[in-house]
Every structure is written in C-alpha cells, then in structure tokens.
C-alpha cells in the first residue's frame, strides 16, 4: 500500500516570498490533515478536511496561510507571504475517516531566511 | 497551553534495558492516548494507543500505562534496542474534539 507522498521534501525561500506545498493521501482516506512542527516542538494542527470539506482550521493563520483539498483527494497548503517564524516541517497525514489512526507524509522542510 | 506534556527532551538507556518514557496532560476531556515514534527525515508512525476504559494495553515488546487520576501515562520498551532509537511523541484527544495534541517529544537513544 503507497504512503503519503509529499513534495518537495525540502525548500528554502525568503521572507515575504510565497510557496506551496502538495501533499497525495492514501487512496480511498477521506480525511486528510496538514500539521506544522517547529524544531523542538510537537506536530500541531494547521487545517483538517473531511473529503472537500473543511472540519477543522482554528490554528491556521488565516492571513497567510491557505489551503484546499480539491476533488476531495490531493491538497496544497500555501503559505504567502512567508515569515521567519513559518520555518517548520509540514506534515501532511490522512486517515480513513475521522477518528481513525494517522499515517503520516515525511513532510516538507522549510526554511525561510 | 500545553495540554501534553512529555518533561524528559531525552533518554539514554543501554541495550537490552527497560526505556521508560512519560507523559502527562491537563485536559480532563481527553479519552483516547497514542504514542508515535519518528526517525530523521521521516514522519510519525503510530506506534501504541490506549483508551481510558483501560489502564495498560500490550503489544509485543511495548506497554502503554494510563494512571487517570494522576493523568500519566508511560511507554514501556522491553527490551530496549538500538532501532528503537528515535523521538517518541505523546498525544490524546477527547470529547466531541477529534483533533490530536501532540507532547514536544523525547529522543531515546539506545546504546549498542
């Protein structure tokens, strides 16, 4: 059974630049979540979708941060503009429906400078 | 607000030994535990959960210990090697809340 998959795996840009990542779930999870580790820190919740429907988005900075699961399978989650602070692993995970275990992507790592 | 907390950022135990990692939360709403473990450059893997009907749930070399009333729980690994290595992460979640609080981790090593 194929894993998540993300990309890119790593990513360095600059401060107030833009950039996206993408994030293919498991076949057949209908919800899928992105998660923001900071160094040092436990994973935490930016945005959870339950098919195309978003469930849950109360820690996602709203002003900068974006996302969308389209067709109710893959998703982006953007980030425009960046600040030093989003410096982070993204972790995208899915499951098979709310409530169900976790599988995790290997994330993104982002440095903004 | 952490509302878990894993107060050990590491553990050094020698192969073959018992690791011990803890894990303690403040939200009473809480009901169902897990713990992940991540190696570099990977994500989490869930590794053990325990629900707050029980106290203990085993599997192989791994135990999880819920104590409500102090609301503690343990990792047990016995015996200890060295692939067990990683950062384990502590989380739970309750109520009508799905959503999972993560700890900030710990990093066991297991030395050869």
């Known amino acids: 059974e194929a894993g998540v998959a993300q990309s890119p795996r790593y990513k360095i840009i600059e401060k107030r630049q833009s950039v996206a990542f993408w994030c293919n779930p498991i076949?057949?999870?209908?919800?899928l979540y992105w998660y923001q580790q900071i160094l040092g820190q436990g994973p935490k919740l930016l945005i959870q979708f339950q098919n195309n429907g978003v469930v849950d988005d109360s820690q996602l900075p709203k002003d900068r941060f974006s996302a969308e699961r389209l067709k109710g399978v893959d998703s982006t989650l953007k980030i425009q503009p960046a600040k030093l602070e989003d410096s982070a692993v993204y972790l995208c995970a899915s499951s098979l429906d709310i409530n169900e275990k976790l599988f995790f992507g290997s994330g993104t790592q982002l440095s903004v400078l | 607000d952490q509302q878990v907390k894993q107060n050990s950022p590491s553990l050094s135990v020698q192969e073959g030994r018992i690791s011990i990692l803890n894990c303690d939360y403040t939200n009473s709403m809480f009901d169902y535990f897990l713990w992940y473990k991540k190696y570099p450059a990977e994500g989490p893997t869930f590794l053990i959960s325990i629900s707050s009907i029980k106290d203990k749930n085993e599997d192989g070399r791994f135990t999880v210990f819920l104590n409500k009333s102090a609301k503690h729980l343990s990792l047990h690994i016995v015996p200890s090697q060295p692939g067990d290595s990683a950062v384990y992460f502590c989380?739970?979640?309750?109520?009508?809340?799905?959503?999972?609080?993560f700890g900030k981790g710990t990093l066991l090593t297991v030395n050869p």
């Open positions: 076949s057949g999870h209908a919800t």
């Open positions: 989380a739970a979640k309750g109520g009508s809340n799905y959503k999972l609080t």
